[in-house]
């Protein structure tokens, strides 16, 4: 949980957001703060509904990649991260346990958390582009 803090014309001044963003939103939000479009390139959707109160969040998971070592994805209350490289995975209850000191993945009364986060990961995988093959490895 990283704070990102804006400010600017049209956000009110003390508005707080919990939402799960992400940091290339950046650049959509300041081209439609700006007036201008943005390219349709971008992948990543403005913040301005959630800087005006207009929505409340942007997105259901967040999906984060580091080289070939590690994919996690994250809802408001579990995240998921896999070591392909290893066969590793972990799964945190971010509500219960902010710290992520008490991995679940191995809970069986956990097992279809982790069935549905694998799945939602693959399906940012697949919508990012992502090529890692978790069976080749």
């Not at 957001?17 to 943005?38: K, Q, R, W």
């Not at 984060?64 to 994250?74: D, T």
């Not at 209850?93 to 710290?99: A, E, F, R």
């Amino acid at each position: 949980r990283v704070p990102l803090i804006l400010c600017g014309p049209g956000i009110e001044a003390g508005r707080k957001n919990d939402a799960m963003v992400y940091l290339p939103s950046l650049f959509a939000t300041t081209c439609e703060m700006a007036g201008i479009d943005t390219p349709e390139t971008v992948q990543f959707p403005s913040l301005v509904p959630l800087l005006t109160g207009e929505k409340s969040k942007l997105h259901d998971s967040i999906y984060c990649a580091y080289r070939h070592f590690q994919r996690m994805v994250r809802t408001e209350r579990y995240k998921l991260i896999r070591y392909p490289h290893v066969g590793e995975v972990q799964l945190f209850d971010l509500q219960d346990d902010p710290w992520e000191m008490n991995d679940l993945a191995e809970d069986p009364q956990y097992a279809r958390t982790v069935k549905t986060l694998d799945a939602e990961l693959h399906r940012w995988m697949h919508i990012t582009g992502d090529e890692l093959d978790f069976a080749s490895l």
